[in-house]
T-cell receptor, first 112, second 113 residues
Framework: EPEVTQTPSHQVTQMGQEVILRCVPI?????FYWYRQILGQKVEFLVS????????KSEIFDDQFSVERPDGSNFTLKIRSTKLEDSAMYFC??????????FGPGTRLTVL | QKEVEQDPGPLSVPEGAIVSLNCTYS??????FMWYRQYSRKGPELLMY????GNKEDGRFTAQVDKSSKYISLFIRDSQPSDSATYLC?????????????FGQGTELSVKP
C-alpha cells in the first residue's frame, strides 16, 4: 500500500540554524500539507501546497518557514532560523482525488 | 470558542466495552469530518470520514455527524486492547482554504484486557 515517508525521523539542531525536513508524498497525489504537533498539544495546520504554490497557510507559517517541491517526488519544509519553540513533531500529508489526507510518520525536531 | 473541541480524557474501558468519543465544532462551513487514530509518537492514521449528517459504519467503528448541533461522534464496538491510542477528530473542507484539517485535542483511550 502506498504511504507517505519522511526523513529524518529525528533532527537535533542548534537555535538559529536552518533545517530542512523532507517528505515523499504518495506518488499520484497532487495536494501536499505540513502540520506540526508540539508535545502534549493538538496537531496544527501549517501550510497547504498545490500546483507548485501555497494555497493556504496558518499564522504559525511566518517568513521563517518555506516549502518547496524541488522535483517530482519530494516536498520539503525549511525553517530558516530555528527557535526553541519550533521543537515539535512535523507531519507531512498528501491528498489525491478524494478529500482524505494521508499522513507520514513525522519528523521529531529538537531545537537546543 | 475553539473551532474544534474534544475531551482529552484519558478514557479507560474494559475489553469488549462500547466506546463513545465526541467532538464539537463551531464553524458550520466544514464539509467533511475525519477521524484519525494516533499511537504515541506516530503519524495520524485515517480511520473514517463522513460528509453529511447521519451514520457511517465500518466494521466495529461507526462515525456519526449531527450538523444541526455541530456534534461529531465515533463509536467503537467490542473494543480491543489494540484500540488503545489517541483518537483525533478533524473537520475540514472549508471552501478556498486549501483542504486544511482542523484537529481536536484528541481523546486518549486505554482498553484494559
Amino acid at each position: 500500500e502506498p504511504e507517505v515517508t519522511q526523513t529524518p525521523s529525528h533532527q537535533v539542531t542548534q537555535m538559529g540554524q536552518e533545517v530542512i525536513l523532507r517528505c515523499v508524498p504518495i506518488s499520484n497525489h497532487l495536494y501536499f500539507y505540513w502540520y506540526r504537533q508540539i508535545l502534549g498539544q493538538k496537531v496544527e495546520f501549517l501550510v497547504s501546497f498545490y500546483n507548485n504554490e501555497i494555497s493556504e497557510k496558518s499564522e504559525i507559517f511566518d517568513d521563517q518557514f518555506s516549502v518547496e517541491r524541488p522535483d517530482g517526488s519530494n516536498f520539503t519544509l525549511k525553517i530558516r532560523s530555528t527557535k526553541l519553540e519550533d521543537s515539535a513533531m512535523y507531519f507531512c500529508a498528501s491528498k489525491g482525488a478524494t478529500d482524505t489526507q494521508y499522513f507520514g510518520p513525522g519528523t521529531r525536531l529538537t531545537v537546543l | 470558542q475553539k473551532e474544534v473541541e474534544q475531551d482529552p480524557g484519558p478514557l479507560s474501558v474494559p475489553e469488549g466495552a462500547i466506546v463513545s468519543l465526541n467532538c464539537t465544532y463551531s464553524n458550520s462551513a466544514f464539509q467533511y469530518f475525519m477521524w484519525y487514530r494516533q499511537y504515541s509518537r506516530k503519524g495520524p492514521e485515517l480511520l473514517m470520514y463522513t460528509y453529511s449528517s447521519g451514520n457511517k459504519e465500518d466494521g466495529r467503528f461507526t462515525a456519526q455527524v449531527d450538523k444541526s448541533s455541530k456534534y461529531i461522534s465515533l463509536f467503537i464496538r467490542d473494543s480491543q486492547p489494540s484500540d488503545s491510542a489517541t483518537y483525533l477528530c478533524a473537520p475540514g473542507g472549508i471552501y478556498n482554504q486549501g483542504g486544511k484539517l482542523i484537529f481536536g485535542q484528541g481523546t486518549e483511550l486505554s482498553v484494559k484486557p
